[in-house]
């Protein structure tokens, strides 16, 4: 049961029609700042039963927190109870109306609606007599425009949305090694920000919910099916920030081209119901990457106008509860990519300082400092908090500090971490983090105890994106299983000894888009991945998938199940007859062979015809798509990578790859249509004897294609045409095979 508005209040013994209002008004926040919206509503002679549609209803008991209890009885409700466990009524599939019934002194009956306003969030309550009807009208309707016009102009539409549905939590636990498959998915458009660098999207798992914070405004939905169970989200302004701690979500939001304006909103995280809202002060330190900042023990960190003031903030009423004035030339960093991090009792924050910067740890719950270091330059650092340990990249090394700011462990080097700050977890008194390596050759993952700084275990791995922990067991994304397929990966690690399983993902990842940094948690049972697409263009997407444990197949977890054996031979899907077809030298093609962990494919899946004799058309340069981040997966044979897996033709070739095999077709056609998502430019062909096809990148040089459970690419770029010609025939073998 959705409704827009959850408050508690008691409605008792009430007395007089106008005490009633009173009461009413009080209870369900009616004076908080903003402009209402009235509706009138006749008293009814004698109390009947809620309906909705004409049918009875059951109205739910609701206790503190927007926790559902005990169905209550049907029918009018006497003594004391939530307003958000009245009825809720819908009009046009549009406005959501709440309505408490009552008893009052001496058996005297009345009803109050409340209507969640779209000009603000507060709502009001009307009690008016059968014969005051008229006249309450006549007021609303004058009143109307003029507050439509003011608060339309300032404070724009609301969408705000609530809930009283339980929701349990879940154990911290991912799937086990094993296929995966999607659980469900849910793309999130990146919205343009009214300001430079806040157009991304990030996400929480807690309490059995997922966060989700974009430029738009908050969502949260059910972590176990994906159902939304609130939101939030304001016309005209934007959300430049947000916080998590202790059941209570906090955003901070500016209204467009206004920067003097802004408010602080807290929200209960289980129903969003609105606790508290402020205007006093700005976050302390937003992450460019996430909107993240700090917080911990209910309390939220907040920095004054000029930054050189650090305050805790009650993230249950708003109340200020404590006040750091920060070092002497010292400021909070304003615009920086990741500049903060907390934990439940411990916060540290990059200070920008006269010489070089500070990093500035404190104690959320009651603002004592904890430590004060010196880093290695003036450069705003890269900080990451996982538990009591913290990381940070100041440009000149990578450090890594223990509860008592005492610095265990550096590695002197400036791009230690390459692009953005190294992805870490926590594992008992591990920290696991992965490294860049050398000169881009994928990284290396490394496990330091933290009480000793020393390095347990150190592997050479892939250059995981995300990396999270979870019932004992390390997650690590691979942007790609391996060089030339396909699909993005998982590793499932050992956190004693680095050991690991691979398992493919049932979609496609693109490393190089901006916009969205890759994302990933485990809970009840699940796999949370956050990764971008290019589409819907220009500004592209962040896509959250939820995935969980499949059947085991028939063939090894690394190929899903699949025997390596189904794989076809990448050299028989063309005859002699369909090169001459495409106009092209009759040639024997190089094989390209692949493994993916310990799996060795016995076929080549890919093969590489010279075609050095073929003249070059007329000049008329064609751009292969954009080449990513290498993965590390060995392969015999090196294979160049393209964007989310697509292998860029030779200036002077032809190339035919098999890209994946999946167990079934619908698994195939959610792969490829995974890989269109992540590509600037993708146009779909229906004339090439395929199930699915689709030309990638600018030229027509470059073709991914679908058969039942197969996904080749077919790269071409002269003579014209080629490609289209080889994709077709490679279609019609495809269908030859069993």
Not at 55 to 83: D, L, N, T, Y
Not at 278 to 297: E, F, M, N, Q
Not at 698 to 718: F, K, W
Not at 720 to 731: N, T
Request: charged content about 20%; aromatic content about 4%; glycine content about 12%.
């Amino acid at each position: 049961m959705q409704q827009h508005r959850r408050e508690s209040g008691r409605i008792g013994d009430l007395g007089p029609p106008h005490e009633d209002l009173q009461r009413l008004q009080q209870m369900l926040g009616v004076g908080c700042p903003g402009g209402p919206r009235l509706v009138a509503v006749p008293a009814q002679r004698g109390l009947g039963r809620p309906r909705e549609q004409g049918q009875r209803r059951v109205v739910r008991q609701v206790g503190p927190g927007g926790v559902p209890g005990r169905p209550a009885r049907e029918g009018p409700h006497v003594g004391s109870f939530p307003a958000a466990a009245a009825p809720v009524w819908r009009r046009g599939g549009r406005a959501v109306v709440a309505e408490a019934w009552w008893h009052g002194r001496g058996g005297a009956a009345g009803r109050a609606r409340v209507v969640t306003s779209n000009l603000r969030e507060c709502p009001v309550v009307v009690r008016i007599r059968q014969r005051g009807v008229a006249v309450a009208t006549a007021v609303v309707l004058a009143l109307a425009g003029t507050v439509a016009a003011r608060y339309l102009l300032t404070d724009g539409l609301v969408r705000h949305t609530v809930t009283a549905d339980p929701v349990a939590d879940q154990p911290r636990l991912g799937p086990p090694p094993g296929p995966l498959t999607t659980a469900w998915t849910r793309t999130v458009p990146l919205r343009r920000a009214a300001v430079a660098g806040h157009d991304t999207v990030a996400h929480e798992v807690a309490d059995g919910q997922v966060v989700t914070a974009a430029g738009g405004g908050l969502s949260v939905r059910d972590a176990r099916t994906g159902a939304l169970r609130w939101e939030y989200r304001r016309s005209g302004w934007s959300l430049l920030g947000w916080t998590a701690t202790g059941g209570r979500l906090v955003a901070f939001l500016q209204r467009d081209g206004h920067p003097g304006e802004h408010e602080f909103l807290g929200f209960d995280a289980l129903s969003g119901g609105l606790l508290w809202r402020g205007s006093d002060g700005r976050p302390a330190t937003v992450a460019r990457g996430t909107l993240h900042w700090p917080s911990g023990s209910d309390i939220v960190l907040t920095a004054s106008l000029d930054r050189r003031e650090l305050s805790g903030r009650s993230a249950v009423n708003g109340v200020r509860r404590w006040t750091l004035r920060l070092p002497e030339g010292c400021r909070l960093y304003e615009d920086a990519p990741e500049p903060s991090g907390a934990s439940a009792d411990l916060a540290a924050l990059a200070l920008d300082c006269r010489g070089r910067s500070h990093l500035l740890a404190v104690r959320p719950a009651t603002g004592a400092l904890l430590w004060d270091r010196v880093l290695g330059t003036d450069e705003a650092p890269e900080v990451a908090v996982r538990g009591r340990a913290v990381l940070a990249a100041d440009g000149a090394a990578l450090r890594l500090y223990d509860a008592e700011g005492d610095q265990t462990a550096v590695w002197n080097d400036p791009d230690a971490c390459g692009a953005g700050m190294c992805p870490s977890a926590l594992s008992g008194g591990l920290l696991v983090l992965v490294r860049a390596g050398d000169a881009g050759d994928g990284g290396r993952t490394e496990a330091v105890d933290l009480r000793s700084g020393r390095v347990v275990w150190s592997r050479a791995t892939p250059a995981y994106a995300a990396l999270t922990e979870a019932g004992g067991r390390l997650y690590a994304l691979r942007p790609r299983l391996s060089d030339g397929l396909l699909p993005a990966g998982v590793d499932l690690i050992s956190p004693a000894s680095g050991a690991a399983v691979t398992a493919p993902l049932p979609f496609a990842v693109d490393p190089d888009l901006v916009g969205v940094r890759p994302w990933m948690a485990a809970a009840g049972g699940l796999l949370y991945i956050s990764v971008p697409e290019a589409a819907p263009r220009p500004s592209g997407a962040a896509r959250l998938v939820a995935v969980r444990g499949a059947p085991a197949g028939r063939g090894p977890a690394e190929l899903d199940g699949v025997p390596p054996a189904t794989w076809p031979d990448a050299c028989e899907l063309l005859k002699p007859a369909d090169l001459v077809t495409a106009r092209l030298p009759v040639r024997r093609g190089a094989p390209v062979r692949a493994r993916i962990a310990s799996v060795r494919l016995p076929k080549p899946v890919a093969c590489e015809y010279d075609l050095q004799d073929v003249p070059s058309p007329e000049p008329s340069p064609s751009t292969a798509p954009k080449p990513s981040a290498p993965s590390t997966a060995a392969t015999p044979s090196p294979v160049p990578s393209g964007a989310a897996g697509v292998m860029p033709p030779a200036s002077d070739g032809a190339t035919v790859s098999v890209r994946w095999v999946a167990p079934d077709a619908a698994a195939a056609a959610g792969l490829l249509s995974s890989l269109e998502t992540t590509q600037a430019q993708a146009r779909r062909r229906t004339d090439l004897a395929a199930d699915d096809a689709y030309e990638l990148g600018p030229s027509a040089g470059t073709i991914a294609l679908r058969v039942r459970r197969y996904i080749v690419v077919v790269d071409a770029t002269r003579p014209p045409g080629a490609a289209a010609h080889l994709a077709r025939a490679v279609a019609q073998n495809l269908r030859a095979l069993p």
